[in-house]
């Protein structure tokens, strides 16, 4: 399995058939469409108009670190986004969660101790030459981005693992 199918795999496990999958280089200019696509698409399954700011800001937030994470460690590698209206009550009967899931393919991403061990390796064959201020530089970049998320979203849900991260987020979708 390539790379790029391994990401989608990842955050697509739960996605529905009404489920919009983006998956883009990682350029700042492709953070604005994921925050417009992601806006008209809450919009559609019905999270409230108070809500959608939040969703907007939140999506940046997690597609620029994303982004950011890609221009350093994997350049050739899609972030890969899925908007989902979801059951997350498990009645069976209408969504009631709009979930937004935001992969990147740098493991080790989500900060960990200060030690180095949260900081990406060198992909086999390739030397490693980073400093530890590079590693420092990295953390703080995505302890940043993570502290903006942790105060923005209340339903958030951050992972890693060896074949990158995954930022889900969600929020409640009105009663028609």
């Known amino acids: 399995m390539d790379a790029q199918s391994s990401a989608v795999g990842t955050v697509a496990k739960t996605e529905s058939a009404t489920a919009v999958l983006l ?39 997690a597609c620029s670190r994303a982004v950011g994470l890609h221009q350093r460690h994997c350049p050739g590698e899609p ?22 899931t935001v992969a990147d393919k740098v ?23 980073r400093s530890e201020e590079d590693d420092e530089e990295d953390l703080d970049d995505a302890e940043m981005g993570l502290a903006v998320l942790t105060g923005l979203v209340d339903d958030l849900d951050i992972a890693s693992g060896s074949d990158g991260g995954s930022v889900r987020m969600g929020w409640p979708v009105k009663d028609f």
């Open 23 to 61: 998956r883009f280089t990682p350029q700042p200019e492709h953070v604005r469409t994921a925050r417009l696509v992601a806006v008209a698409h809450a919009r559609r399954v019905g999270v409230e108009a108070g809500l959608l700011d939040e969703v907007r800001l939140a999506v940046g937030e």
């Open 79 to 100: 972030v890969v986004v899925v908007l989902d209206a979801i059951d997350a009550s498990g009645s069976g009967l209408v969504p009631d969660r709009f979930v937004v």
């Open 107 to 129: 493991s080790g991403a989500v900060p960990g101790p200060r030690d180095g061990a949260g900081a990406p390796d060198a992909a086999e064959g390739e030397t490693a030459v």
